[in-house]
Structure formats: C-alpha cells, structure tokens
C-alpha cells in the first residue's frame, strides 16, 4: 500500500506562486516516476508535470516557463513549484507515483483570483 499527501495549495492572485509537496509513504520498492496533474471543473483530469526516476522532467505546454518540478528521491518527495499562475491554473491538483501500478493522493486546490 502506497500513501500519497500533498500539501501547499491555497488561494492566489494572478501572477503570484505556490509550491506544492507530496510525500509517499508505505510499501514503495521503486519508483519510475512521480509527477502531478490537475483537474479543473467540467474538464478531464490532465498531466500537469512528470519526473522520471533518471530525473528528466516533462512539462504540459500550459505551463513551460512557469512551473518547475523537482524529486527528493532519498525522502520520496516531489514538489511543483508554480510561477506566475494565471486563473486558467486553478483546479484540483493530485500527485501520482508510478511504481508496481500508479497510485494517487487526495489532491489540494489550487485558486489563482483576484
């Protein structure tokens, strides 16, 4: 059983920033990589950022420039930290890790208002 919490969301005004964290816990052998997505309302859930194990980032063209993803592989940590948000960023953000299957945490909302 593999536990993930994220942490870090909230409310924002255009053009500021947030860091988002997620730690997993529980039965974590190896991890191919671990990432975020966000679901905004009415819409699908979409691949937000990823990192692979080998530590090469991949970014949803929405947010290059903007959003920085980064791994504590010792801790089992990830984080996104998130520039000049706009009001199009706001949405349920989840973490995901992808091991012996993907496993998800609760998610955190994110608000970009003004």
């Known amino acids: 059983q593999v536990q993930l919490v994220e942490s870090g969301g909230g409310l924002v005004q255009p053009g500021g920033s947030l860091n988002l964290s997620c730690a997993a816990s529980?039965?974590?052998?190896?991890?191919?990589?671990m990432g975020w997505h966000r679901q905004a309302p009415g819409k699908a859930r979409e691949l937000v950022a990823s990192?692979?194990?080998?530590?090469?980032?991949f970014y949803a063209d929405a947010v290059k420039g903007r959003f920085t993803i980064s791994r504590d592989n010792a801790k089992n940590m990830v984080y996104l930290q998130m520039n000049s948000l706009k009001p199009e960023d706001t949405a349920v953000y989840y973490c995901?890790?992808?091991?012996?299957?993907?496993?998800w945490g609760q998610g955190t909302q994110v608000t970009v208002s003004s």
């Open positions: 529980g039965s974590i052998f190896s991890i191919n990589a």
């Open positions: 990192m692979s194990s080998g530590g090469i980032p």
């Open positions: 995901n890790l992808v091991s012996m299957g993907t496993f």
